[in-house]
Nanobody
Framework: QVQFVESGGGLVQPGGSLRLSCAASRSLITIGAVGWYRQAPGNQRVLVATVTRGGSKNYADSVKGRFSISRDNAQNTVYLQMNSLKPEDTAVYYC?????????WGRGTHVTVSS
């Protein structure tokens, strides 16, 4: 199974930006669609953005216009650029295939949006 390692989280003020990275253990071309997911305290994990092998992108309504997903097949890395961050974006962010594969979840990266 492919494994993913997320990085780039941290503490940021409302209105700030972060870029998350997701490194895959094998070629992204063999993986297909990849998604960024997040899980806020007490909530279920939800999908926030997806990028297909061909580069098509989809976003949850809650992040549309603020977040941008991209993939670098040469680096086997998927990115999530997050702008205009809000306190409600606070969560642990994960990447995985879309639909997700149970054994491929990483540890995630924590994002805290607070003043």
């Amino acid at each position: 199974q492919v494994q993913f390692v997320e990085s780039g989280g941290g503490l940021v003020q409302p209105g700030g930006s972060l870029r998350l990275s997701c490194a895959a253990s094998r070629s992204l071309i063999t993986i297909g669609a990849v998604g960024w997911y997040r899980q806020a305290p007490g909530n279920q994990r939800v999908l926030v953005a997806t990028v297909t092998r061909g580069g098509s992108k989809n976003y949850a309504d809650s992040v549309k216009g603020r977040f941008s997903i991209s993939r670098d097949n040469a680096q086997n890395t998927v990115y999530l650029q997050m702008n205009s961050l809000k306190p409600e974006d606070t969560a642990v962010y994960y990447c995985n295939k879309e639909p997700p594969q149970l054994g491929s979840w990483g540890r995630g990266t924590h994002v805290t949006v607070s003043s």
